[in-house]
């Protein structure tokens, strides 16, 4: 398989040169990179060389670039291209960000100096992700793998915000799956329980993150954590929800029922809708 790194340099399409690598993910790389056409600065997703044979992956990554296009004016990252590199690497092209992801964000603009997020920060985070979602859920796709390395904090550039990043996992709930059996999608600190149980995903795994996340923003931790998968899996799927009042006084006292809906572990018992999820905390958080 070549080496990742030794991409940089090469141009994609006739177009897109790749400068330095942004980072590596479970199926391919991300460079930033120069399109040589309109000599601006984008940012290039290539599929990993072990997949370039295989459809499915192929696949999976078309769907990717149709659940960014289909979610254009929501804070899904904007795909603006679709390639291939010269040894058959199927490449998306997208907006180029500046700034943090949630968890850098968190730790050092925050969490650093000994401090919690404020709830009223709340909506400015993640008013946006649930908006998106909203979009997402009622067009049938799915995310699946929200977590703090793909909520983006944009700190520069012509559109400052927030961004979703990375739909390679999405699924679209009118269309045949494309994910392997037994494959475990997601993070698993903010993977729901109907999915480490081997359950079909719908829209309420995306709910259970998205309450995981919240967590995580406000208490400092994730609600859950474990070195060892199996106990991972034990944690999400049978033990009590953590309270999130315990290591948060200063939140009113119906943020633990909150939680105890945004993370139950029967879906039949979560929230229905994204938006039920953020109406009732706005409620409880009084933002």
Known sequence: MRPAETRSGEVIGERYQLQHLLGNGGQGSVYRARDLRDNDEVAVKVLAQAFAGDPSWHERMFRERDAMASLSGTAAVRVLDQKWTSDGALCLVMELLQGKDLEQFLQENIEGSGRRLRAAAL???????????????????????????????????????????????????????????????????????????GKPPDHRVDIYALGALIFRALAGRPPFYAQDLGQMLMLATSSERPSLRELRPDLPAGIDDWVHQALAINAEERFVRVRGMWNALRGVLNF
């Open 123 to 197: 909506p400015e985070i993640f008013g946006p992700i649930v908006d998106t979602l909203e979009v997402a859920h009622a067009q049938g796709i799915v995310h699946r793998d929200l977590k703090p390395g793909n909520i983006f904090i944009v700190l520069g550039g012509p559109r400052p915000g927030v961004r979703l990043l990375d739909f390679g996992f999405a699924k679209f709930t009118r269309m045949p799956s494309v994910t392997a059996a037994g494959f475990v999608a997601g993070s698993p600190s903010y993977i729901a329980p109907e999915t480490w149980m």
